[in-house]
Nanobody
Framework: VQLQASGGGLVQAGGSLRLSCAASGRTFSSYDMGWFRQAPGKEREFVAAISWSDGSTYYADSVKGRFTISRDNAKNTVYLQMNSLKPEDTAVYYC???????????????WGQGTQVTVSS
């Protein structure tokens, strides 16, 4: 599976962005998809995930209620809608694919290249 993330940018605090992750290669719909982020000097952390089988979603506490993960299997794309952005959301955001939903980066076999999100105060 090849993943291509896009949609990052510079936004003011309180604003919104929608990230997209386009997949190609093996059957996209068979993979659970996740979003992670990594800020400078910090470890990569889980943001959200969505199951391929029933669409169940999972969120980090820090983004719950502000971010929404969704997927369109017909377009081989997963999205991350980010609302009420905060400066602490600033990071490089990565999409990833796994055979089971998880919160640990090591559980994901395929990764996109990352897209920068910067939230100004």
């Amino acid at each position: 599976v090849q993943l291509q993330a896009s949609g990052g940018g510079l936004v003011q605090a309180g604003g919104s962005l929608r990230l997209s992750c386009a997949a190609s290669g093996r059957t996209f719909s068979s993979y659970d998809m996740g979003w992670f982020r990594q800020a400078p000097g910090k470890e990569r952390e889980f943001v959200a995930a969505i199951s391929w089988s029933d669409g169940s979603t999972y969120y980090a506490d820090s983004v719950k209620g502000r971010f929404t993960i969704s997927r369109d299997n017909a377009k081989n794309t997963v999205y991350l809608q980010m609302n009420s952005l905060k400066p602490e959301d600033t990071a490089v955001y990565y999409c990833a694919a796994a055979t089971a939903p998880g919160v640990i980066p090591g559980e994901y076999a395929y990764w996109g290249q990352g897209t920068q999100v910067t939230v100004s105060s």
